[in-house]
């Protein structure tokens, strides 16, 4: 039995279709009941528990072999997982943890809270003696709905400059983890998941302005800039702080590495932004 947590999120939710797609025995971990509504139709379990609640997790974990291990960032990230790292050490010491992290979870030091939190939890892992593999993903492309309504108006903001980044599909984050999670061989890995190319966010605006016709312009942003237009957004201090850091990591180039961890995983190559963006493109246009 895998036990997927965070399966209504962003890879979660294309994790739970991968697998049972192939016809791998699931159990969904959810907060609440109403979370699972989103579960219908697909052929899995549903155990609704929290990851600050023992009991709940100690439940969820009966009769499961393999883990997915994922949580949205912020301050309580690490200690939250660990909890979940704890009750599978107390209930399924068996099981093999696959744990979805960020890319630059490997690299020591950081300045990035993010990539920091990620590398808590590794070491927790790592600490605790459970069989368990690394997920490194980079920035996801589902990130660039978050700037539909001003790319709807023809701008992109960034704070990145000329810098490449190599954004990968969530549904390859997805099939990997699904690949990973029925496959023997990958105990102690770290797999980093890109996209298949790099791209400034200047070229980002000119493959938008192509699939939706209409023009787009990358717009270079100072920090200040966008620290406000993130607080008017209603984020908290820390995810504010978070994405700067990690929009420097970027600036920086340290996430324009390109791999073929989704080719191995699936035998296709990784989706690029031409596809996402014909799947999204009533989001953008």
């Given at each position: 039995m895998i036990l997927v947590t965070g399966a209504t999120g962003t890879v979660g939710g294309?994790?739970?279709?991968?697998?049972?797609?192939?016809?791998?025995?699931?159990?969904?971990?959810?907060?609440?009941?109403?979370?699972?509504?989103a579960l219908r139709g697909y052929d899995c379990a549903v155990a609704i528990g929290d990851y600050a609640d023992a009991d709940s997790l100690a439940a969820a974990l009966q009769g499961v072999d393999?883990?997915?291990?994922v949580s949205r960032a912020g301050p309580d990230q690490p200690r939250l997982e660990g909890n979940v790292i704890d009750a599978v050490r107390a209930n399924a010491p068996d099981a093999h943890v696959v744990k979805l992290a960020s890319s630059g979870v490997d690299q020591r030091p950081t300045g990035a809270r993010i990539i920091a939190g990620h590398q808590q939890i590794v070491d927790h892992l790592g600490a605790s003696g459970l069989r368990h593999?690394?997920?490194?993903?980079?920035?996801?492309?589902?990130?660039?709905?978050?700037?539909?309504?001003?790319?709807?108006?023809?701008a992109l903001y960034s704070t990145v400059g000329d810098a490449a980044v190599s954004h990968v599909d969530a549904r390859d984050v997805a099939a990997v983890a699904a690949h990973v999670l029925t496959t023997e061989g990958h105990e102690g890995a770290t797999y980093t998941i890109t996209g298949p190319e790099a791209l400034t966010y200047a070229q980002v605006a000119e493959r938008i302005s192509a699939a939706t016709g209409r023009?787009?312009?990358?717009?270079?942003?100072?920090?200040?800039?966008?620290?406000?237009?993130?607080?008017?957004?209603?984020?908290?201090?820390?995810?504010?702080?978070?994405?700067?850091?990690?929009?420097?990591?970027?600036?920086?180039?340290?996430?324009a590495l390109v791999t073929d961890e989704v080719t191995k995983a699936t035998g296709r190559p990784a989706r690029d932004l031409d596809d996402f963006l014909g799947m999204h493109h009533a989001v953008f246009a």
């Open positions: 294309h994790l739970i279709r991968e697998l049972c797609q192939a016809g791998a025995p699931v159990r969904a971990l959810v907060r609440t009941p109403e979370r699972a509504d393999r883990v997915f291990l593999t690394v997920l490194a993903a980079t920035t996801f492309m589902q990130n660039l709905i978050n700037s539909a309504a001003t790319i709807q108006q023809g023009q787009v312009s990358c717009i270079n942003i100072s920090e200040e800039s966008r620290r406000g237009a993130l607080e008017a957004a209603g984020l908290s201090a820390w995810h504010i702080d978070g994405l700067i850091e990690f929009n420097r990591m970027e600036a920086e180039g340290e996430t």
